[in-house]
């Protein structure tokens, strides 16, 4: 079953914005992953945190863990046309499943 | 990072029709393979968990016998689509870790997915 939740479902900004993204999940996690998905393509890993770190950068990527509240973030700062995608939070179940949220669709107008 | 190809990239097929799906690890050898299926503007979901040599597992309300998983080789699983009907029309993902990355904590590698259409 599907255990993230993510707002806002959809996400329009213009170039040069940042893009916040957040993901809930039900469950106690090893670590929770961030990734990207192109339309009608595959899934890009963007991130990956673990459950013992807060915050974690990647160039213009940001992404936050709370454990307590079972809730993580991704910022994607400075925006471009480019990043205009699907993103989708996911956390690995005991078994090593991924389980992924519903996703949040960003659309950065130029 | 590890490449997955999956083949073919999109197929059409007439109702009642079997399909075979392929997923290869490139560069790497993958134990386990995960096999999702995607509706359009949906999330991905968990179909099966494919470990090489032994029975797939199967997630609740995936039928076995309509979507069979063989991951005969290291290198190679595949996701046949039997007696295929229009409801079956969806976006099915492969991915997989390696051998050498603990499947609990290593990162998965995603194909590019196959797009899957049944008149």
């Known amino acids: 079953s599907q255990q993230g939740e993510e707002d806002p479902q959809a996400l329009s900004i213009q170039e040069g914005e940042n893009a916040t993204m957040n993901c809930s999940y039900k469950t106690s996690i090893n670590n929770l992953q961030w990734y990207r998905q192109n339309s009608g393509r595959g899934l890009v890993h963007l991130i990956l945190i673990r459950s013992n770190e807060r915050e974690k950068h990647s160039g213009r990527l940001r992404v936050t863990l709370d454990t307590s509240k079972k809730s993580s973030s991704l910022l994607i700062t400075a925006s471009r046309a480019a990043d205009t995608a699907s993103y989708f939070c996911a956390t690995r179940s005991n078994t090593g499943k991924l389980i992924f949220g519903q996703g949040t669709t960003l659309q950065v107008k130029p | 990072g590890a490449v997955v190809s999956q083949h073919p990239s999109w197929v059409i097929c007439k109702s009642g029709t079997s399909v075979k799906i392929e997923c290869r690890s490139l560069d790497f050898q993958a134990t386990t393979m995960f096999w999702y299926r995607q509706f359009p503007k949906q999330s991905l979901m968990l179909m099966a968990t494919s470990n090489e040599g032994s029975k797939a597992t199967y997630e609740q309300g995936v039928e076995k016998d309509k979507f069979l998983i063989n991951h005969a080789s290291l290198t190679l699983s595949t996701l046949t689509v039997t007696s295929a009907h229009p409801e079956d029309s969806s976006f099915y993902i492969c991915?997989?870790?390696?051998?050498?990355?603990?499947?609990?904590?290593?990162?998965?590698?995603f194909g590019p997915g196959t797009r899957l259409t049944v008149l």
């Open positions: 991915s997989s870790t390696g051998t050498s990355g603990s499947v609990l904590m290593g990162e998965q590698f």
